[in-house]
């Protein structure tokens, strides 16, 4: 029996991939690349952007022939495209799909497959042991000898409602897993080779917030940053309204913790930012990364960035150039935004900026940003850097700084889940190339 998993979308839903591999192979399915192949095929959606449902709905749509003529195959549809609250709409326009799963719930087609030995509604104590969702993770096999660097979830849902945003519609209310489990689980994954491991959660930074007495964010990192095995620990994606000095304080502190945020400000505009729905102003964006400069000065930022946000003027768009062009970070992570069904944008603002002017505003920030990271990379020419090698690509080795710049190597070593010293030989906007070094000098970041 072998089972084929397609996955579109964020590190979430990565690592919900991840787990429903973990759950097969429990089962005695083996994995395939070849969906043709295949007795159980899992898609797992994104619908963050149009374009993303769009891509998942030709996916789906292309599986009907393969049911046709393999009635017994399983077909699960995973992820934000079922969403939290029901699927019947689905069920109507896709008969042919067998298990419909809510997004990081395995239970549904494990369910299926068992006839209903388990159930995950009725028996979620039964389910979670069965899976070791939250006290243990056995990688899939196909990833269990090449994966250095793991995703592990700690917050599910999302609670705060940014205006534009989908996301607590489809993934349910803020959950912060226990952190005992979080803690066994990435005890798990050293024990099987991985080296790094990046916690996840829509708002990061407010791991704990819905748990009376509960550890926060930074008192997580330093228990994983003690688990033996784990040399970086990096966490995404951060809030500017919850990032606060201890977390400062224990990235700075913390060895293994990564000088690495993900901070995204979305637009440069008060206004803007208010019609988000985000709850800060640019004032206080700025106010953050100064901070975060000055406690650890060698630390990246990456951001996000949507323009075109509905009444979104000439004005308030260069309110956002400038905001880039002055904090100079690290990524830009920039997006046209696109109406979606059910969120407040969409039931209450018009959207009124044209596609072709989102697109114009789109590369003038982008042209700005790929300027502003070929002169942040330029420091480094020259540098001996610590990169944590993960993979061969065409020929060569792929690995990451600390600050989570891409650094590629030419050599006939296996480098794969090594963390060596090199020398950055070139420099661009999107990564670099370096030499080994022979003997070990001294790193910056």
């Not at 769009?54 to 549809?77: E, F, M």
């Not at 988000?276 to 975060?292: F, L, N, P, T």
């Not at 309110?319 to 209450?348: F, I, N, P, W």
Request: hydrophobic fraction near 35%; charge should be negative.
């Amino acid at each position: 029996m072998k089972y084929h998993i397609w996955t579109e979308g964020c590190q979430m839903n990565v690592a919900d991939s991840q787990r429903v591999g973990s759950a097969l192979e429990h089962l005695g399915y083996s994995h395939t690349e070849q969906i043709e192949s295949a007795d159980v095929i899992v898609m797992n959606t994104c619908v963050v952007r149009q374009s993303a449902e769009d891509k998942a709905y030709g996916r789906l749509s292309s599986l009907k022939p393969l049911k046709q003529k393999n009635p017994g195959l399983v077909i699960n549809l995973m992820g934000c495209l079922v969403g939290v609250r029901g699927h019947e709409k689905l069920k109507a326009t896709f008969p042919y799909v067998d298990v419909f799963s809510p997004p990081s719930d395995p239970g549904p087609l494990v369910s299926h497959l068992t006839q209903g030995e388990i159930r995950s509604n009725e028996d979620a104590e039964t389910t979670r042991r069965f899976l070791a969702m939250d006290e243990e993770l056995i990688l899939p096999v196909a990833e269990r000898d090449k994966l250095v660097s793991a995703h592990v979830p700690i917050v599910y849902g999302c609670s705060h409602a940014c205006t534009y945003c989908i996301i607590p519609y489809k993934r349910g209310v803020e959950r912060s897993r226990p952190v005992g489990d979080i803690v066994n689980e990435v005890r798990s994954l050293a024990a099987q080779g991985v080296m790094e491991v990046t916690l996840l959660g829509q708002i990061v930074d407010r791991y704990g917030k819905d748990i009376p007495d509960g550890p926060n964010l930074a008192e997580l990192l330093k228990l994983v940053s003690e688990v033996d095995g784990i040399q970086r620990v990096r966490f995404l994606t951060s809030h500017p309204n919850y990032f606060g000095d201890e977390l400062i304080e224990a990235i700075a502190n913390l060895p293994k913790v990564m000088p690495h945020i993900e901070l995204p400000i979305q637009a440069g505009d008060d206004t803007v930012l208010q019609n988000m729905r985000r709850g800060y102003s640019q004032q206080d964006y700025r106010d953050i990364v100064a901070k975060i400069r000055e406690r650890i000065p060698d630390c990246s930022i990456a951001t996000d960035i949507i323009v075109g946000f509905p009444g979104e003027t000439e004005e308030q768009f260069l309110q956002t150039y400038k905001v880039l062009e002055d904090l100079k970070l690290d990524v830009a992570h920039l997006a046209r935004y696109s109406m979606r069904e059910g969120t407040v944008a969409t039931r209450r603002m018009q959207d009124d900026v044209g596609d072709e002017e989102k697109m114009r505003r789109f590369r003038l920030l982008e042209d700005l940003q790929e300027n502003i990271v070929a002169d942040i990379n330029a420091r480094y020419l020259g540098q001996t850097v610590q990169v944590l090698f993960e993979e061969k690509v065409k020929g060569r080795w792929r690995g990451r700084t600390p600050t989570n710049k891409l650094v590629f190597v030419e050599s006939n070593e296996n480098l794969q889940g090594r963390l060596v010293a090199v020398q950055i030989t070139w420099t661009g906007p999107w990564s670099m190339q370096a030499n080994l070094l022979t003997q070990v000098t001294p790193i910056v970041l």
